[in-house]
């Protein structure tokens, strides 16, 4: 399981606000390789080599969901077939985090039942 950014260049390009990426990467202009390396969605085009479960808010604002959806684009013109290679969930109206109980657990709950269903 990931949880992380999808896409390095289009987020840091949307919103320039983490330190520890060019801390570890260096400026994107000049070590755009780097970046690059360290992105998942340059990596889809291999295939998948284990069951990937995908779920992002619709309004999210840190990493928007256009983002997610392009990665999901991403893995089904590489080959992988939703539902079978990974599962894409998106959540209506969630945003990065929330402090509802009640989806928490929700969340926690999907990912027991995927682990289950797919280990």
């Known amino acids: 399981?990931?949880?992380?950014?999808?896409?390095?260049?289009?987020?840091?390009?949307?919103?320039?606000?983490?330190p520890n990426n060019v801390r570890h990467l260096?400026?994107?202009?000049?070590?755009?390789?780097?970046?690059?390396?360290?992105?998942?969605?340059?990596?889809?085009?291999?295939?998948?080599?284990?069951?990937?479960?995908?779920?992002?808010?619709t309004e999210e604002t840190t990493i928007p969901i256009e983002h997610i959806r392009g990665f999901r684009d991403r893995l089904e013109a590489a080959g992988s077939v939703e539902g079978e290679?990974?599962?894409?969930?998106?959540?209506?109206g969630e945003n990065h985090t929330t402090q509802v109980v009640a989806e928490n657990a929700r969340n926690v709950t999907m990912f027991v039942d995927f682990l289950n269903r797919r280990l």
Not at 8 to 15: F, G, N, P, V
Not at 27 to 55: F, K, T
């Open 26 to 57: 260096g400026e994107l202009e000049e070590n755009r390789d780097a970046w690059l390396a360290q992105s998942p969605i340059e990596y889809v085009d291999s295939g998948l080599d284990a069951p990937l479960r995908i779920h992002h808010g």
């Open 1 to 18: 399981m990931y949880n992380g950014v999808p896409d390095l260049l289009a987020s840091q390009k949307h919103r320039p606000w983490n």
């Open 85 to 92: 290679e990974f599962e894409y969930h998106e959540l209506p």
